[in-house]
């Protein structure tokens, strides 16, 4: 993973988004690891849209199945 100090980031912040590749980039202050810039993934996106018309329900979701009768007294 490639790492920069902070104020060349700060300089050069949106060509090295640009440049970005899957490993990410390290950003730096006085040599000591501050933050990691990550691309984004879409992973959750595409698992929940992949979904789509494969699940089926059956029967009421919010039912028990048991009968009973709240204003009774025990």
Do not use: N
């Amino acid at each position: 993973m490639k790492s920069i100090g902070a104020a060349k980031f700060k300089e050069q912040c949106l060509a090295l988004l640009d440049q970005l590749d899957a490993e990410g980039l390290v950003v730096t202050k006085h040599g000591k690891p501050v933050a990691r810039v990550l691309p984004y993934e879409r992973r959750f996106e595409r698992l929940i849209g992949s979904l789509r018309d494969r699940i089926r329900v059956h029967g009421d979701l919010t039912s028990t199945g048991t009968r009973w009768d709240a204003d009774a007294e025990s």
